[in-house]
């Protein structure tokens, strides 16, 4: 069983940015594809970006340009720069395989407000 750990969450200004960092037990990250989930109030839970195990990026038409998924195998984690960050932005984020193949993490809270 794999586990997830989501962090680098937190309250920003519309415009600003934050940058996520996704740890798992496991060297999963260079095996499996890996997406980036975001689930806001009253929403189903999306796929924000995804990262191949070739390094192949995919984006959300709603964050292309603004956010940016990376893995860093030394580290053993996978990242989502956001940057222009919007009120709609608002959501939990979640990491895990793509297409999803264990259990969530406890995610991390991205709020977006002024």
């Known amino acids: 069983q794999v586990q997830f750990v989501e962090s680098g969450g937190g309250l920003v200004q519309p415009g600003g940015s934050l940058r996520l960092s996704c740890a798992a037990f496991?060297?999963?990250?260079?095996?499996?594809?890996i997406g980036w989930y975001r689930q806001a109030p009253g929403k189903q839970r999306e796929l924000v970006a995804s990262?191949?195990?070739?390094?192949?990026?995919n984006y959300a038409d709603s964050v292309n340009g603004r956010f940016t998924i990376s893995r860093d195998t030394a580290k053993n984690t996978v990242s989502l720069q956001m940057n222009s960050l919007k009120p709609e932005d608002t959501a939990v984020y979640y990491c895990?395989?793509?297409?999803?193949?264990w259990g969530w993490g406890q995610g991390t809270q991205v709020t977006v407000s002024s």
């Open positions: 990262i191949s195990r070739g390094g192949r990026t």
């Open positions: 895990n395989a793509h297409p999803p193949g």
């Open positions: 496991g060297s999963i990250f260079s095996v499996y594809d």
